[in-house]
């Protein structure tokens, strides 16, 4: 069975940093692409960035760059979202998601975790 | 960047009804579309892939339908367990990719 456990949120202070973890199993985790979704309180998705199976590729939404780090630790089963300079409205449950291809050789989204929430305020 | 509508915003039926979602993007993303639904205090869970592909476990009474910048979510005959919220997602310029603002199926 797949399972995605996040972990790492709460609350922070506006322009502080916050280190998000997501512990896989029941698959082989090195072979997947991953990505973060967030959702802020009451609206709704928003993809956050992606990284490949063997971290060479990262891609981020424009509202993160600079600010947000993705990686993985391949031998611990480990996904991260290293997040700095926080701003209110990064605040969110921020999801762990897996990426699969598809039959048309793109990826989508088909398993995810609980979520972790972050709330950034003073 | 792409832009997903989805219409309406809230959809009341009651169960049994057959309910239609749409999802609108601003320019074609061929058939690179899903489907997720979402129950209050749960992870999205995916339903529909490709545009058309029912993923695995969901039921028949879930299909997708469409392709370029036009899709259907139809849900034939609503169980009580459908009552969600629906989110389309495209991923055309993967590994990037943009989701719509959801629809609320609620009971009418």
């Known amino acids: ?122 | 960047e792409i832009v997903l509508t989805q219409s309406p915003a809230t959809l009341s039926l009651s169960p049994g009804e057959r309910a239609t979602l749409s999802c609108r993007a601003s320019q074609s993303v061929s058939s690179y579309l899903a489907w997720y639904q979402q129950k209050p205090g749960q992870a999205p869970r995916l339903l529909i892939y490709d545009a058309s592909n029912r993923a695995t476990g969901i039921p028949a009474r879930f299909s997708g339908s469409g392709s370029g910048t036009d899709f259907t979510l139809t849900i034939s005959s609503l169980e009580p367990e459908d009552f969600a919220v629906y989110y389309c997602q495209q991923r055309s310029n993967w590994p990037r990719g943009t989701f719509g603002q959801g629809t609320k199926v609620e009971i009418k």
């Open chain 1, 1 to 122: 069975e797949v399972q995605l456990v996040e972990s790492g949120g709460g609350l922070v202070q506006p322009g502080g940093s916050l280190r998000l973890s997501c512990a896989a199993s029941g698959f082989t985790f090195s072979s997947y692409w991953m990505s973060w979704v967030r959702q802020a309180p009451g609206k709704g998705l928003e993809w956050v960035a992606n990284i490949k199976q063997d971290g060479s590729e990262k891609y981020y939404v424009d509202s993160v760059k600079g600010r947000f780090t993705i990686s993985r630790d391949n031998a611990k089963n480990s996904l991260y979202l290293q997040m700095n300079s926080l701003r209110a409205e990064d605040t969110a449950v921020y999801y762990c998601a897996r990426e699969a291809r598809t039959d048309y050789d793109i990826f989508q989204i088909d398993y995810w975790g609980q979520g972790t929430l972050v709330t950034v305020s003073s």
